[in-house]
């Protein structure tokens, strides 16, 4: 077989391939974050809070932000790590 194509050229994906916006990963993802932005814009009125005993006065939007960030953070350090296929 003669292969004409070079080395260093772009492949390109599967035709076959579905639209991102179509993926239910990104349709999950989408509304996640269209009810979370849902949620601080209807939330921006400040409550207070009492941190090791010191009170925290802070609009609640910017808390679900802050603990949201904080959850995310723990979930990305605990998270499992794939199995390798390497058969070890």
Avoid: C, H
């Amino acid at each position: 077989m003669n292969d004409t194509t070079p080395a260093d050229a772009p492949k390109l994906p599967p035709k076959s391939q579905k639209p991102i916006y179509t993926r239910p990963k990104f349709i999950a993802w989408f509304f996640i974050v269209v009810v979370f932005l849902f949620l601080i814009l209807r939330n921006m009125e400040t409550i207070t809070m009492d941190v090791f005993f010191m009170p925290l006065r802070a609009p609640a939007a910017l808390l679900y932000l802050v603990f949201s960030l904080i959850g995310f953070i723990v979930g990305w350090l605990v998270k499992r790590p794939k199995k390798s296929s390497k058969g070890d």
